[in-house]
């Protein structure tokens, strides 16, 4: 059986609220664990979790390291509360870590003493356990350069050692922070829009809206939706037909004002699904400037179109910025594929970037609006796979 020790950092901010945000952090880890955590083997102390496993592998360190709240987790050795334990222990994990040929390797011992009742003082641990291990495996003490930085935990009822941090992405728990949705175009803006909500805590709901007329190959948006199930956990993707909405539009909109008007209609479209599936706004992936529908006058001018607070998380990066989080998030590969963006289907070659809102409502008024027969899909994904609805 094998031991994870788990740390969080916003967490510790919480104050009276703490205790919420922690269940929902146990929640999600227990999620990811589930398959081999043993009967009974979780368990939460101030500041850390503790959970026994089965088995451990690469690839379910991996997938802890992507849960959104945790802020580094450790393969750890847990001991009694005596020196000796803790000094045989840490011993042990050094060669369990590192091998037998360790000596003259520089090491650096690490000890926090959350529990004052321990009798020894972490200055006084560091040099009680540090000793020991130079006797023992000859190591060599760099208390600024450690190859081996041995880490002694105090807990309530037992000593935590590691030698490894693994880190993770840091925020809070997906789910402690309510539920949005999030306009999902497939390009490389709102993928990153919606993991920037997921590490702030909320739970996403993804909404795309196509033209049956233009699209009808999905697989580079449900690959997008599968990439932040790993990191979500479970995630829904609806996917909306606008066809018969843009049918009307392009009749009767001019051309520089339509990339206006079908995101007043996408962003209607997402009010509904948040209704249905309660959540408390929408979240879009827009950047200040960074394209003609983006100004502050067509933000404006678009926004209006729902009662429910509109969120951009990106409204102020630039394009690199959201280029580099894409990378490292996975999900940029797949956003530059090719597929056709409904927002920019016959529209003007230079749209519209001060729209009136009087001129936009008298546009809207020749247009439905409402009781379209939307064709919807559908499709959830859990942690990095498709299932069943």
């Known amino acids: 059986m ?3 020790l788990f740390h969080f950092g916003e967490l510790s901010l919480k104050g009276k609220n703490r ?6 952090m146990a929640q999600n880890i227990k999620r990811v664990l589930k398959p081999v955590l043993t009967p009974g083997g979780f368990h939460r102390e101030h500041g850390r979790m503790t959970a026994d496993v089965s088995a451990i592998s690469e690839a379910l360190l991996e997938h802890l390291a992507l849960i959104p709240g945790i802020r580094n987790f450790s393969v750890m050795h847990e001991c009694a509360l005596d020196l000796a334990s803790i000094q045989e222990t840490a011993r042990a994990a050094v060669l369990a870590d590192f091998g037998d040929d360790v000596a003259g390797k520089p090491f650096r011992v690490t000890s926090k003493r959350s529990n004052k009742q321990f009798p020894i003082q972490s200055p006084q641990l560091n040099f009680e356990v540090g ?3 130079k006797n023992q495996l000859g190591l060599a003490v760099n208390l600024d350069a450690p190859e081996i930085d041995v880490r002694v935990e105090i807990g309530a009822k037992a000593a935590y050692l590691y030698t490894r941090k693994i880190t993770g992405i840091g925020g809070l728990p997906v789910g402690s922070s309510g539920r949005g949705v999030v306009l999902f175009s497939g390009g490389i803006d709102s993928p990153v829009a919606a993991y920037a909500m997921m590490k702030r805590g909320m739970q996403v709901v993804l909404v795309h809206l196509y033209n049956s007329t233009i699209n009808r190959d999905f697989a580079k948006i449900k690959d997008l939706a599968r990439q932040l199930s790993r990191y979500q956990g479970r995630v829904k993707l609806y996917m909306i037909d606008l066809e018969e909405f843009q049918r009307h539009a392009i009749a009767h909109v001019p051309a520089e004002y339509r990339m206006i008007i079908y995101k007043r209609q996408m962003i209607r ?3 509904l699904i948040a209704r249905d599936v309660q959540a408390q706004a929408l979240v879009t992936g ?6 003609a529908s983006q100004t502050l006058a067509n933000i404006h001018a678009i926004y209006d179109a729902s009662d429910l607070p509109l969120l951009s998380p990106l409204i102020a990066w630039d394009k690199e910025e959201i280029i580099a989080l894409a990378r490292r998030i996975g999900t940029y590969e797949i956003s530059i594929e090719e597929y056709c963006d409904i927002c920019s289907f016959l529209i003007a070659k230079h749209p519209e970037t001060h729209a009136q809102r009087r001129r936009v409502a008298e546009l809207e008024a020749a247009l439905p609006t409402e009781g379209l027969d939307c064709l919807m899909q559908k499709v959830v994904f859990e ?3 498709q299932v069943d609805a």
């Open 286 to 291: 827009d950047s200040l400037g960074q394209v």
């Open 383 to 385: 942690g990095g796979a």
């Open 2 to 4: 094998a031991k994870i």
């Open 131 to 133: 000793g020991f291990l």
């Open 19 to 24: 205790a919420t945000f922690e269940r929902r």
């Open 269 to 271: 479209s997402a009010a």
